[in-house]
């Protein structure tokens, strides 16, 4: 069963069957992945965070009125990741752009999940580098988010 609904606007090849296989090991329900442009993220960034500047990755729950209980099919979020830093990111730290995509989809998910690295105690990094050696993905997230 498939649980991300993909809207790529860029040219980025996707390999969504890693992407899924990374979702469903921390959720059963859908999530919105949208893959776009600098320009757009910028935009996103300064409309819903007030910070006017590119990002590589939001993610955007959604809240429900019932408590921590998810209405039934009800979807987890949207995760919107640049492209332009996919390919960017993914030379700058010497691996390719799936996996690059891939390790901002785990940090996305993850604030879609309730993480957040700003308050907690490690948690999130914790759960990070968890995903990251279960899939065998390249560690620059974890270096990444231990700067924070």
């Known amino acids: 069963m498939k649980i ?8 980025l090849t996707i390999n969504i069957d890693i992407l899924e296989e990374i979702a469903q090991s ?7 992945l949208i893959v776009t442009d600098n320009k757009t993220i910028q935009e996103l960034n300064s409309e819903h965070r007030a910070k006017n500047k590119v990002t590589d990755v939001l993610s955007f729950p959604i809240n429900t009125t019932f408590g921590e209980e998810a209405i039934l099919g009800m979807p987890l979020g949207s995760i919107v990741i640049s492209a332009d830093l996919v390919k960017e990111k993914a030379t700058e730290f010497g691996h390719n752009a799936e996996d690059e995509l891939s390790l901002l989809f785990i940090h996305g998910l993850l604030h879609l999940l309730g993480f957040d690295h700003e308050v907690d105690n490690g948690e999130m990094r914790d759960k990070e580098k968890d995903i990251i050696e279960t899939f065998a993905l390249p560690s620059s997230l974890i270096v990444r988010t231990e700067e924070y």
Do not use: A, K
Not at 4 to 11: F, M, V
Not at 26 to 32: A, F, K, N, S
């Open 4 to 11: 991300i609904d993909l809207e790529n606007q860029t040219d």
């Open 26 to 32: 921390l959720t059963t329900r859908e999530i919105e």
